[in-house]
């Protein structure tokens, strides 16, 4: 499993980072209309444990170092629907690994949704270090990326895995996997 470190092309540290989530409403069909919700989501670990979630029903970690930024139901406007901030200097030592994930609430699979896409962006300058069309993935969820606090700072090790799971609740017990 390959780790980049969070450094920029000049060496300097990546401490704030964003995961955004964005995909186009549901089509209205005459009989049929379902709405799609896909919800960001960072799964904090300390070794196996689970010691914190930010998603849309927990908009913050007990700390603020990571925050979910506003639950979106439908898909609506442009770009990110939904964004989660994380400041990787404020995280708690007791957190070692932040997974980053996407499910969908409403049970469609990725590939049922228009244009799905997540991805992970240095928030001080909009560069974006990992991005993923979702679309081809016949599952409920994606877990994009594993970032891995070392004795040299943090890690970031792409994952890009699919998995079913409609809510994050659902996906934790999924994710020892990718604790490693």
């Not at 060496?11 to 964003?18: A, G, Q, T, Y």
């Amino acid at each position: 499993m390959d780790f980049l470190p969070l450094i920029t092309d000049s060496s300097e540290r990546i401490d704030f980072l964003m995961m955004g989530l964005g995909w186009d409403p549901a089509r209205r069909r005459v009989f049929r209309h379902r709405e799609i919700d896909l919800n960001a989501t960072a799964l904090l670990f300390g070794g196996q444990q689970l010691v914190d979630a930010v998603y849309h029903e927990q908009l913050s970690s007990r700390d603020g170092s990571v925050r979910h930024l506003g639950d979106s139901v439908t898909g609506d406007g442009k770009g990110d629907n939904e964004v989660i901030s994380i400041d990787i200097t404020r995280v708690p030592a007791v957190v070692d690994r932040i997974i980053l994930l996407v499910t969908c609430y409403t049970g469609q699979t990725l590939a049922e949704v228009d244009n799905p896409f997540c991805r992970l962006v240095d928030a001080r300058n909009g560069v974006e270090l990992l991005r993923h069309d979702l679309s081809p993935y016949t599952t409920s969820g994606f877990v994009l990326a594993v970032l891995v606090r070392g004795e040299h700072g943090w890690r970031l090790r792409e994952v890009a895995d699919s998995i079913n799971a409609q809510h994050p609740v659902e996906a934790v017990p999924r994710m020892g996997g990718y604790l490693a």
